[in-house]
């Protein structure tokens, strides 16, 4: 059983940066691709970012390509989600996921975060 706890929401003005940060505990935390996926208020959990077992290949949405970056620190057990240029759309809970395959699908994830906020203000 993996637990993941992420930290890092906040509120920022549109244009900026936030890094977003998830640490896990309770399992082989560098056997698992590890994923960001976002919910904003009435819409669907949606794919931002994911990154391979060893860091050595990652994925990103259209939406945050070029100013996004998902890294990994086996070391320390957690992942980074560094989301510069900020826009009011990207207002959300960030979710950090755990899964045993890299992939951009919710249902490949089987552990999941209970979510950090991010709020950009226009």
């Known amino acids: 059983q993996v637990q993941l706890v992420e930290s890092g929401g906040g509120l920022v003005q549109t244009g900026g940066s936030l890094r977003l940060s998830c640490a896990a505990s309770?399992?082989?935390?560098?056997?698992?691709?590890m994923a960001w996926f976002r919910q904003a208020p009435g819409k669907e959990r949606e794919f931002v970012a994911a990154?391979?077992?060893?860091?050595?290949?990652?994925r990103a949405a259209d939406f945050v390509m070029g100013r996004s970056t998902i890294s990994r620190d086996n070391a320390k057990n957690t992942v980074y989600l560094q989301i510069n240029s900020l826009k009011p759309e990207d207002t959300a809970v960030y979710y950090c996921?755990?899964?045993?395959?890299?992939?951009?699908?919710?249902?490949?994830?089987?552990?999941w975060g209970q979510g950090t906020q991010v709020t950009v203000s226009s």
């Open positions: 996921a755990a899964s045993t395959i890299l992939s951009s699908w919710r249902a490949h994830y089987t552990y």
């Open positions: 309770g399992g082989l935390f560098s056997s698992y691709a």
């Open positions: 990154i391979s077992d060893t860091g050595s290949s990652t």
